[in-house]
């Protein structure tokens, strides 16, 4: 039963339980095998106590790891119950004929019994019976007297029973009256017998009896099942023809024609539906599904009270079931379900597929499990069915998104609120634009669809198909991203993908919208449909929403982490773009150079202010930061996450632009005081508008990196970069005054961080211990 563990199962194996590889240990090696072996003889002693050992287990064991265990053994006995099923199911044929061969064997060797003993029968009366004494000198007349006397004598009861039995036995097969005529067969089976013993009868008499009784017998048989084939015949009749013969001794033949007049008159009733005829398929598998799975229950009713509960009937009955409930799903598959999963009609199939899973679970009652048998016959279909809705949804949203305008607007259904309009009410009315609209009422329609198909375990494959849709859509949104190479081959790829561009940068924080209240919210809350918790009734649902957060499926889980890396796509998408678009001009030139550094020292009555760069990417994100606020309400996180990954994309270019050092460190002229001032300055202002906002601490270190390869080139020159740079109070200053120019409103002091930014703990290194660090 090895193969009966899940990929869970395995994955999480509670502490104090044995586990091993498929070599009995983690490698799989032989060692493992004996090391498991080992661990496995206590359970095998004749004294082993399961409530003491599961005692001394758990002494040592957590609550947390306690609910992990039972967790863990309940899943080990689902997947136990599922491969014995399974394991029944794939043997079923091979039992049954190894059950009719020893059934067939057994008889052989009746007869073979019966003939040895009549022949030893024989030899012992002709032994004892035919003895000549040739010594005996009056032996021709005690012959004569004893004719004589057998000739003078009436014949006995025995005798004139033999003489009749055959006719009286002809008699009652003739009238039908079965339960008489075995009656007498029993009966006649027991004069046999004992007359072997007490010798009242010839042998001649008794080998004739016993042929008699075997011919009657087979008459017998022969008419019942004759009864048995016929049309009229059901019910009542049927039970009591298969219950004479199985009297008869011929079990076997009663129980194929038990189920073959079930299956005659199954056929005949399935006639009489006609597929056009229905309105849609799910008449058709509802009025099928009846009449198979009544007749499976008749079927099951019959054998069960006229056979009980002998294994090798019931083997015989599970695989008769198994092939008529094979024979129902091709039917179901032929008239309704095909056409309508080749249509792309998810919800006509997923109706199919209930009706006859509800008809099939009825069966359970009686101790029959075949909804396996017609989920992995449906599953094909269904799975057909899935694509065609998940290529519709693509589609469609790919023709809205070549007219899309990218505002934010409510759900076209749903009234408008104002923009502080809270958390809660923003996710019941989410703010898309029309494709993303499109998008997510589509995507909650397909739930809503394969729902109920819970059961077929298609929840992987469903998850798996959304997400290629959804990434689908993102590139889309990659490739309303004007200015980007990437998009160029992101639209080759995807071959006819148009899509109507975004401008302005309102429009594209509107894509950065989409794509995240898609991903954190919509499709989740869509796909939890997917999960047995989401099935529960309104009176368990404030008992189980704490339990719905916490056993929320790993896969799910997962699937969700897998969406967020598409939106990262597109987050990353936007900010290298804006960072190009700051960094160079539309000429191929750069705004961001050594030149604009190592030459300051050559210009007069220079007004020393942050480099015009650093300004615009200020004012960049402070726009941006307004259009957020209004976008991006109640997950403020996404948007300073947004603005926090735009500068470190500047920054990161920075610095990892061995040009721009190269000529810092080796000219064409040293770097001067002016110009470290100047990138001292500007690097300052990015800390002091950054700061608390969005600055990680990552990029924090980089900036303060930046700074010391900058001072340590200065240094180079022979000159102390601390002793001729003014104090940072000088360049707070300017660029203080600058954010305040810019903004109008914008004045913080040193140190100063907005208590709900994301970054409010990172720590600000002073400039001056960076100064004194590159001049050591």
Not at 74 to 89: C, G, I, N, P
Not at 99 to 113: N, V, Y
Not at 685 to 713: C, E, K, P, T, W
Request: a negative charge.
């Amino acid at each position: 039963m090895s193969s009966a563990k899940s990929s869970r199962s395995r994955a999480s194996v509670p502490s104090g339980m044995i586990s091993a590889g498929p070599g009995g240990g983690p490698d799989g090696g032989g060692a493992g095998a004996v090391q498991l072996a080992d661990k496995l003889k206590i359970f095998k002693t004749d004294n082993f106590d399961a409530d003491a050992y599961v005692q001394s287990k758990c002494q040592t064991m957590n609550e947390k790891e306690i609910r992990h265990l039972c967790s863990y053994l309940h899943d080990l006995k689902k997947a136990s119950a599922e491969e014995m099923r399974r394991s029944v199911y794939a043997n079923y044929a091979s039992f049954i004929r190894t059950s009719k061969e020893i059934s067939d064997l057994e008889g052989e060797l009746l007869s073979i019994r019966n003939l040895l003993s009549n022949q030893a029968a024989l030899l012992h009366n002709l032994a004892e019976g035919v003895h000549v004494d040739s010594l005996c000198t009056n032996s021709e007349r005690s012959i004569a007297d004893d004719i004589s006397n057998i000739e003078d004598r009436e014949p006995s009861a025995i005798e004139t029973w033999l003489v009749e039995f055959p006719d009286t036995l002809d008699v009652l097969l003739a009238e039908r009256r079965v339960d008489e005529a075995l009656d007498a067969l029993d009966e006649a089976e027991r004069i046999a017998a004992d007359a072997k013993g007490n010798k009242k009868l010839r042998p001649d008499d008794i080998m004739s009896l016993q042929t008699a009784i075997t011919n009657r017998r087979q008459r017998l048989a022969d008419q019942l099942a004759e009864a048995a084939c016929q049309s009229s015949t059901h019910g009542v009749e049927l039970r009591a023809a298969a219950s004479a013969l199985k009297r008869l001794g011929d079990g076997h033949r009663a129980h194929s024609l038990l189920l073959n007049a079930h299956s005659q008159r199954l056929q005949y009733n399935i006639q009489t539906l006609h597929p056009t005829s229905t309105s849609y398929g799910g008449a058709y598998t509802a009025a099928l599904s009846q009449q198979v799975f009544s007749a499976i229950a008749q079927a099951v009713n019959d054998s069960l009270e006229v056979f009980g509960n002998e294994s090798t009937y019931l083997s015989e009955l599970v695989t008769w079931s198994t092939k008529q409930t094979e024979a129902f799903a091709h039917l179901v598959l032929r008239h309704a379900l095909a056409s309508s999963a080749a249509a792309g009609g998810l919800r006509a199939a997923a109706e199919c597929v209930q009706i006859a899973i509800g008809h099939c679970s009825l069966l359970e009652n009686r101790g029959l499990t075949l909804s396996s048998v017609l989920m992995n016959l449906f599953k094909p279909s269904v799975e057909l069915a899935l694509g065609a809705n998940l290529k519709r949804i693509e589609e469609s949203t790919a023709a809205l998104a070549a007219a899309d305008d990218w505002l934010l607007v409510y759900t076209p259904s749903a009234p408008r609120t104002s923009s502080r309009t809270s958390s809660a009410t923003s996710n019941i009315q989410p703010k898309l634009s029309s494709s993303a609209h499109r998008f997510n009422s589509m995507v909650q329609d397909f739930f809503e669809d394969v729902g109920p198909l819970l059961s077929m375990q298609l929840g992987g494959s469903t998850l798996n198909g959304l997400l290629r849709v959804f990434n689908s859509y993102v590139n889309l949104l990659i490739n309303a991203l004007p200015g980007s190479m990437e998009n160029e081959e992101i639209l080759e790829g995807s071959g006819n993908k148009i899509v109507r561009m975004a401008e302005t940068e309102m429009q594209q924080l509107a894509l950065l919208a989409n794509a995240s209240l898609l991903a954190e919210e919509l499709l989740p809350r869509a796909a939890m449909k997917l999960s047995p918790l989401f099935q529960v009734s309104a009176t368990d649902e404030p008992r189980k929403k704490t339990s719905d957060r916490q056993n929320r499926m790993p896969e799910q889980r997962e699937w969700k982490r897998k969406l967020q890396r598409s939106v990262d796509r597109l987050r990353d998408s936007f900010c290298r773009q804006h960072a190009l678009d700051l960094i160079f001009t539309e000429d191929g030139d750069t705004h961001l150079s050594a030149e604009m550094y190592i030459y300051l020292d050559n210009v007069d009555d220079l007004d020393l202010s942050p480099s015009s760069i650093f300004q615009e990417l200020f004012a960049k994100l402070n726009r941006m930061s307004t259009i957020a606020a209004d976008m991006f309400v109640g997950r403020e996180r996404f948007a300073t996450l947004i603005l926090m990954r735009l500068i470190e994309t500047v920054i990161l270019w920075l610095s990892e632009d061995q040009t721009f050092w190269e000529d810092i460190k080796e000219g064409p002229k040293p770097l001067g005081l002016q110009g470290l001032k100047q990138f001292y300055l500007d690097m300052q202002f990015i800390i002091v508008f950054g700061q608390g906002r969005y600055l990680s601490r990552h990029v924090h270190q980089v900036i303060i990196d930046i700074i010391d390869r900058a001072m340590n080139a200065f240094s180079a020159t022979g000159r102390n970069p601390d002793d001729e740079l003014p104090p940072d109070d000088f360049f707070i200053e300017i660029a203080q005054e600058t954010l305040s120019r810019i903004s109008g409103k914008y004045r913080m002091a040193n140190g100063d961080r907005e208590v709900h930014s994301p970054t409010a703990s990172v720590s600000a290194q002073s400039m001056s211990s960076v100064r004194s660090h590159g001049s050591s």
